[in-house]
């Protein structure tokens, strides 16, 4: 069975620094890869997907992740981080098109210092 | 274009009781799924609907049943309430099945099971 590790439970960076979010997956043929953030007392926001192509995907806000087949991992970036990037982020896949369900990480926990 | 919507925000129950949840899907979309979260976890898949119909499910026990209308909106009912249960529960919608499709999120229902 599918499954997805987010090897980071918090990541504190300072403002305006780079920040890279981690996220390995179990091995399958055919993946779809998306990375959604959450803010406080709300839901699940979509940032980026990888459906097919290029392995370099950019998203809202900035953040860009790279797909890696050999090592598959499918890691979020961002070269400048805002305080307004608070939130815990969640990496998650899908099997294929005939699977409907997405598998999730436990997410990560980013947090701007001052 | 209005988003996700799920109500109630907030519900405080008790065991043994029976709660029903309500989600309006974004317009346009025509598939619903439902995942749970606990606090401090990703969410996990309970079920997704699309024409009516429950086409994949999670892990979840019997307890756990949904509901798709004609519009699209969606109801997720739990009987037998257990103090586990007590949890975010989110309501996404996308247009068609598929695990490729991008999943819209509302801002979760909050189940407290005292």
């Known amino acids: 069975a599918q499954s997805v590790t987010q090897l980071d439970s918090q990541v504190p960076v300072f403002e305006e620094a780079p920040v890279e979010l981690r996220c390995n997956y179990s091995s399958s043929v055919s993946v779809y890869l998306f990375w959604y953030v959450q803010y406080p007392n709300q839901g699940l926001q979509l940032l980026l997907k990888?459906?097919?192509?290029s392995t370099l995907v950019k998203g809202i806000n900035g953040f860009e992740a790279e797909f890696n087949k050999s090592q598959t991992s499918f890691h979020l970036r961002k070269p400048s981080v805002h305080i307004s990037d608070t939130a815990e982020y969640f990496c998650?896949?899908?099997?294929?098109?005939?699977?409907?369900?997405?598998?999730w990480g436990a997410g990560t926990k980013l947090i701007i210092k001052p | 274009d209005a988003g996700v919507t799920q109500s109630p925000t907030h519900l405080i129950k008790t065991r043994g009781q029976q709660v029903t949840l309500r989600c309006s899907p974004k317009s346009g979309h025509d598939t619903v799924s439902w995942y749970q979260q606990a606090l401090g976890q990703g969410p996990q898949f309970i079920f997704q609907y699309y024409e009516e119909e429950e086409r994949q499910r999670g892990n979840f026990p019997d307890r756990f049943s949904g509901h798709q209308f004609p519009n699209y909106s969606s109801e997720l009912n739990v009987n037998a309430l257990l103090l586990g249960d007590s949890a975010l529960y989110l309501c996404a919608s996308s247009l068609r099945q598929g695990g490729n499709q991008p999943q819209h999120f509302g801002d979760g229902t909050r189940l407290s099971i005292l």
């Open positions: 990888y459906l097919s192509g």
């Open positions: 998650a896949v899908s099997d294929g098109v005939s699977n409907y369900q997405l598998i």
